[in-house]
């Protein structure tokens, strides 16, 4: 195999246990990971409120729920109000999404790391 015709690069030469095991995971993670269209960002947080009607139920108990998504735009905070019903909806995909960043972050750290073996194990070795 030449080295200037490898698909994948640097990142695909270095040998060994751990260049192996940080290979095959990110490789288990880019094929688990086609892009899905509905992946939300942020987090999603319930608290309660009271209405202020005093003839309500909440002016007994915990008050209404009140659903919110927080992520960040632009570098800037924002907040969106989840209808109750869509909650369950939205945590999943908050929950999808943060699982594909960490999986983006993870293949991205695992070819720095593998660039890094690669140096190591040609040292001396080059011209
Ligand atoms: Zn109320």
Known sequence: MSRSTNKFGLVDQPKGQLAAALRRRKHELADRFAIPHDLLAGSLSLSHTRCGKTSCHCAEGEGHPVWQLTFMLDGKKR?????????????????????????????CAANARLLGLWRQQTKGRRR
Do not use: H, T
């Open 79 to 107: 907040v969106e109000k989840i209808p109750p019903e869509w909650a369950e909806d939205v945590g999943r995909r908050v929950q999808a999404g943060k699982e594909f960043k960490d999986a983006v972050a993870e293949v």
